[in-house]
């Protein structure tokens, strides 16, 4: 049993920053994958960043430059920096880590319940 967590959501002004994060607790042998998600109003959920065990990263195009993603492999803990907010990046946000656990054989992917983060003056 693997529960994920995310803080960090509010409501900002357009240009201003937000640092969301995300901590698992549970079982946890290791944790490969992690990333954020978001859903937009109206939108289907995206992709946003992601991270892999050796720090690769990737982002989707809308945020390059703008958001950094990074991880604490000892606190089970992954981040999203969000610097030069949008109104366009409004959205409830999503952690998700692939987890290597007891009782199984392969990684299972967790989700947290989401943060909501509202871009707006």
């Known amino acids: 049993q693997v529960q994920l967590v995310e803080s960090g959501g509010g409501l900002v002004q357009p240009g201003g920053s937000l640092r969301l994060s995300c901590v698992a607790s549970?079982?946890?042998?290791?944790?490969?994958?992690m990333g954020w998600y978001r859903r937009a109003p109206g939108k289907s959920r995206e992709l946003v960043a992601r991270?892999?065990?050796?720090?690769?990263?990737n982002y989707v195009d809308s945020v390059k430059g703008r958001f950094t993603i990074s991880r604490d492999n000892a606190k089970n803990t992954v981040y999203l920096q969000m610097n030069s907010l949008k109104p366009e990046d409004t959205a409830i946000y999503y952690c998700?880590?692939?987890?290597?656990?007891?009782?199984?054989?392969?990684?299972?992917?967790?989700w947290g319940e989401g943060t909501l983060v509202t871009v707006s003056s």
């Open positions: 998700k880590m692939v987890v290597l656990e007891l009782s199984r054989y392969s990684g299972m992917d967790y």
């Open positions: 991270i892999s065990r050796d720090t690769s990263t």
């Open positions: 549970g079982s946890i042998l290791s944790i490969h994958t």
